[in-house]
């Protein structure tokens, strides 16, 4: 009983560093400070070396816990969400959150070309049949057209999302909406 309280509080303590973690990126692109890090976190920059070595090992753990996170709230959405529609539109707002708020980590991941194809294949593995479920549950209640397949739109959002940090005139999130409500089917 006492190792399980301890591996669920181990489990708690990383995911409040990799919560951390990714507000400190947000706020200060992937190269903020650890010890910027470690006080969000309430820890010892110690503690955050223990758990990630190096700097890339804490940004390649944010951001798979992002998108396992992402991944996680699709089912979630679906089963409580008042229309497939309704739980496809929140899903995408998630998707689009964590793709703009990726300040530096795309390029900080190409230059290690392995390691970026495995994340993006990570990415993919875990958020495609995601998007999909969503996609099929709205075209099977009528709601939207059949036709858009997940890739598609994942695709299309992620292009949207694109110099939405650098322009405050872009809104990324305006024109996926727009985007979302054109999947719906003619009536």
Request: one cysteine or more; glycine letters at 8%.
């Amino acid at each position: 009983m006492a190792e399980r309280s301890r591996r669920a509080d181990a489990r708690r303590n990383e995911e409040s560093l990799l919560e951390a973690a990714a507000a400190a990126f947000v706020a200060s692109g992937v190269e903020a400070p650890v010890r910027d890090i470690a006080a969000r976190a309430g820890v010892g920059t110690g503690t955050i070396y223990r758990h990630f070595p190096t700097r890339a090992d804490l940004i390649i753990a944010v951001y798979r816990h992002q998108v396992d996170a992402c991944a996680e709230a699709g089912p979630a959405l679906l089963a409580g969400g008042a229309t497939p529609h309704t739980a496809l539109a929140r899903w995408i707002d998630l998707f689009v959150d964590f793709l703009v708020t990726k300040h530096g980590l795309a390029a900080v991941l190409q230059s290690d070309n392995a390691g970026f194809e495995a994340l993006h294949a990570y990415f993919l593995d875990r958020l495609l049949p995601v998007c999909a479920e969503l996609l099929d549950a709205a075209a099977a209640s009528g709601e939207i057209r059949s036709d858009v397949e997940a890739y598609a739109l994942m695709r299309g959002v992620g292009n949207l999302c694109i110099g939405a940090d650098s322009d405050p005139r872009y809104d990324a999130r305006l024109l996926v909406g727009l985007l979302v409500a054109g999947l719906r089917q003619a009536d």
